[in-house]
C-alpha cells in the first residue's frame, strides 16, 4: 500500500509538472524570441537566438517621443496602485456590512451580488461608456479607477472570510466601548491581511493587464497604459514583432515579480477564505 501510494503521489506531481511547463512555455518564448533580431525573428531557426541582442529593448527604450514607454509604464502604476486601494478599501466596507450587520434584507442583497458575477463585462461596456460619459470622465484614468470598485468578486470574497472569524472577537471589543468603526478598523481588518493580499494581488494583476478599458475610455496616448500602449506597434500593413516582444517583455517582468514575491499569500489567503455560508 504505501509503494501504491508513492507511486500515486508521484504520478501526481509529474502531471503537476507537465502542465507547470505548458503553462511557462508561452512566457519563456516570449523573453527568448525578444533578444532576437527582426530577421531571424521572421526566418525562424530555433527556440534559442543564433546571436543574442538588446536591439528591441534598446530601441524601446531610447525613444521616447516615438514610444513613450515610462509614461505608459508611470500611467500603469498609478492607475492600478489606485484601482486596488480604491477596490480594498470600498470593497472592505461592503463585505463588512454583509458580514457583521444585521442589514434588513442582508442575506438576499449578497445573493444579488454574487449574481451580478454572471453579468459578462462587455454587456455592461455601453451603460458604463455613457455614465462616464456624462461625468465628464472619459479620456482621464478616473474611468479605469472608478468602475472596478462596483465589482462583486472582492465582496464575495472578503465576506466569506469575515465571517469565518470568531464573534468572541467582536464581543469582547463591544465590552470595551468599541465603536462598529473601530471593531472594522482594529479587529477585523488586522486579521483579515492574508484575503486582503490576495484581494489586492488579483485586482493590481487584472488592472495592469486590462486592455479593454483604456481602448474604449482613452483617447490620448500619453494617458495610455502598457497593454494599449504596446498595441501601437501593430498596425494593418507591418507588425514589428521584435519591438513588441521586448516591450511585452518588460511590461510582464512586474506582474511576474509581484506573483512570486506574493504567492504564499495567495494560496493562504483563498485557502482561508473558504466557501463558509
Known amino acids: 500500500m504505501a509503494v501504491e501510494g508513492k507511486r500515486e503521489k508521484f504520478t501526481i506531481e509529474m502531471l503537476v509538472l507537465i502542465g507547470a511547463v505548458i503553462f511557462l512555455m508561452p512566457i519563456f518564448f516570449l523573453f527568448v524570441t525578444s533578444f532576437k ?15 543574442w541582442t538588446l536591439e528591441n529593448f534598446t530601441t524601446v527604450l ?41 442589514l434588513p434584507g442582508g442575506k438576499w442583497l449578497f445573493v444579488i451580488v454574487v449574481a451580478t458575477l454572471m453579468i ?45 472569524i470568531p464573534k468572541e472577537y467582536e464581543e469582547a471589543a463591544l465590552i470595551d466601548g468599541c465603536s462598529t468603526w473601530r471593531i472594522y478598523w482594529h479587529i477585523i481588518l488586522p486579521m483579515s491581511k492574508p484575503v486582503l493580499a490576495t484581494l489586492g494581488i ?38 514589428d514583432y521584435g519591438i513588441t516582444l521586448a516591450a511585452s517583455s518588460l511590461s510582464t517582468l512586474p506582474v511576474l515579480l509581484i506573483f512570486l514575491l506574493f504567492q504564499k499569500h495567495i494560496i493562504k489567503g483563498i485557502s482561508m477564505a473558504g466557501l463558509k455560508g
Request: avoid cysteine.
Open 202 to 239: 488579483f485586482v493590481f494583476i487584472a488592472s495592469w493587464n486590462d486592455f479593454l478599458g483604456p481602448m474604449v475610455f482613452l483617447d490620448s496616448v500619453d494617458k495610455y497604459t502598457l497593454p494599449v500602449g504596446i498595441a501601437l506597434f501593430q498596425n494593418s500593413y507591418m507588425t
Open 62 to 102: 531610447a525613444n521616447s517621443e516615438e514610444i513613450p514607454i515610462l509614461r505608459w509604464f508611470i500611467n500603469s502604476v498609478v492607475v492600478s496602485t489606485m484601482t486596488t486601494l480604491s477596490v480594498l478599501t470600498v470593497q472592505s466596507l461592503a463585505a463588512f456590512a454583509l458580514a457583521r450587520l444585521n
Open 120 to 164: 459578462p463585462v462587455q454587456v455592461l461596456l455601453v451603460p458604463v461608456y455613457l455614465t462616464l460619459n456624462y461625468l465628464g470622465w472619459l479620456d482621464t484614468h478616473l474611468a479605469l479607477i472608478v468602475p472596478p470598485i462596483s465589482g462583486a468578486f472582492g465582496v464575495f470574497l472578503l465576506r466569506q472570510f469575515f465571517i469565518s
Open 37 to 51: 533580431s527582426y530577421s531571424e525573428i521572421i526566418n525562424f531557426t530555433g527556440i534559442l537566438p543564433q546571436n
